[in-house]
């Protein structure tokens, strides 16, 4: 049976500590791994130590981190000082993001992500496994470093979406994420994930299956979870996704620059419904294992805070399917 995980949501409008509210619940539950990405709040690195610091056992999964903002000795360096700061195993994950993210805020080149992807997964085991950093591709180059604590035992995830980064994931990475997806997709790559790494002559990578959840939502949940989706309409792969499942007229206003406020107004409920486990225990229960059914390892679950403190009382709800 697949486990349970927990990611910290970084809902809009919510306050930035509430990320340590959701680790404290997580780790009092009982849950085994920890997501920790990266927003507009705290850098992921610095957040994980802190959790790390007051938490008491979960694992901490640091991701997914942009490639094009951050290259294999930055992320090495990060794991590495997260797992000697705190005692804790850190893992990480890895994702192309968006244009928005690598080209508009850090100004860095957006492209060619596959191959950066391919390149950064080498170069990072490299410096995991034995702390030399020795790498030289089309996209990423690096060499003289040395990571003084190497971390031979960490696993590197690949976040996916569209045919050039799924075979990429399939053939380099220990885990695959995908994020907002309906079980149908799931199985979709769960069968393309295999057929790739099978013809790479290796294990297939395991699937993971970030899925947003709300208990009994009311109102507010609602406009929590809406307020949340409507931001992916637009990158690339997504708003193809979104646009595949029947709602291509959202992802061409989202495209053509509507205002987020507007386009979760008119978001209807069932594209939520599709996407989210939303209802009470038992329905979130059912709807977890669609996702297990279709091919999902693990589950990593994305609680909804808006009317639910730290998503307390969905994570205690889910802890024994855990």
Not at 135 to 155: I, K, M, Q
Not at 202 to 225: C, D, E, Y
């Amino acid at each position: 049976m697949s486990d349970l995980g927990v990611v910290i949501p970084y809902w809009l409008y919510r306050p930035d500590l509430e990320a340590l509210d959701v680790a404290d619940a997580a780790d009092r539950l009982g849950y085994r791994t920890l997501w920790i990405g990266e927003m507009v709040t705290f850098d992921a690195f610095a957040l994980a130590t802190a959790i790390g610091l007051r938490t008491r056992q979960i694992g901490l999964r640091i991701g997914p981190l942009a490639i094009g903002v951050r290259g294999p000795v930055s992320i090495a360096l990060g794991m590495s000082s997260v797992a000697r700061l705190t005692g804790r195993e850190v893992d990480v994950a890895l994702g192309a993001s968006s244009p928005t993210i690598v080209r508009d805020w850090h100004d860095r080149p957006f492209g060619k992500a596959a191959v950066r992807m391919r390149e950064t997964v080498r170069a990072l085991r490299g410096i995991l496994e034995d702390g030399r950093a020795d790498f030289a591709g089309e996209r990423v180059r690096t060499r003289g470093f040395r990571l003084r604590h190497a971390l031979p035992s960490r696993e590197v995830a690949v976040a996916a979406f569209g045919p050039a980064m799924t075979k990429v994931a399939a053939e380099e990475a220990d885990e695959v994420v995908l994020n907002i997806v309906t079980p149908g997709i799931v199985a979709r790559v769960r069968e393309t994930v295999d057929a790739h790494a099978r013809a790479a002559g290796r294990n297939p990578p395991r699937l993971a299956v970030w899925l947003s959840v709300a208990l009994n939502p009311g109102p507010a949940s609602i406009s929590q979870l809406a307020g949340q989706l409507v931001v992916y309409l637009k990158p690339p792969g997504y708003g193809e996704m979104f646009t595949e499942l029947g709602y291509g007229e959202l992802v061409r206003r989202a495209r053509a620059g509507e205002s987020y406020a507007r386009l979760a107004k008119d978001l209807p409920a069932e594209l939520l419904a599709r996407v989210c486990a939303i209802g009470t225990a038992g329905q979130i229960r059912d709807r977890i294992a669609k996702y297990r059914q279709a091919g999902a390892d693990h589950v990593a679950l994305v609680p909804c805070t808006a009317e639910d403190p730290a998503g307390s009382s969905v994570l205690g709800a889910l802890k024994e399917h855990a």
